[in-house]
């Protein structure tokens, strides 16, 4: 963690390859080489080592939105829905993960769901307690959906949830 943060992403590497002799199973240090990777900007190469660690351990919410993550970075159409499947299983696990939230919106707005895109800045700002910005996107999100759809209900949820917080 020392290197990567000294930028001295050889030598993080390097140690996190031999922590990885020893320990091969071990989620965590499989984690956090992604995590050089990905901050190193060598995209491609953070995907197997995110993959791993999420074969030992599926419910890993930070892990399955880090790699998300790089899956957005990479910019190509093929990797966003794979992208948006492991946020939508991260904010299974973690429905409060602003990250994730952030992660599906982009996702959403690259595969043009207005309506989904829409939700899911509601879901973010309501995390953030950004009042008048939910109220804006659950606006917008009950525009784009069909009334009494899944999507449609979720808005008025989260509308509903903040008249109910100042009662």
Known sequence: IAF????NIKEALKSVDKMLSVFPSDPYVLELKGDILRNSGRLKEAILPYQ???SFIPWAALI???LAQVLLGLNQNADTPK?????????RYEPDLIQAWHLAAVAYGRLNDR????LALA???LLQGRDQDTRRHVKQAMQHFPEGSSGW????DISNTLVNWFR
């Open 4 to 7: 990567m943060r000294q930028n």
């Open 115 to 118: 309506g989904n895109l829409a």
């Open 83 to 91: 992208a948006l499947k492991q946020v939508n299983e991260a904010l």
């Open 64 to 66: 399955r939105a880090n």
């Open 153 to 156: 209900l979720r808005a008025q």
């Open 52 to 54: 791993k660690a999420l």
């Open 123 to 125: 879901e973010k700002s």
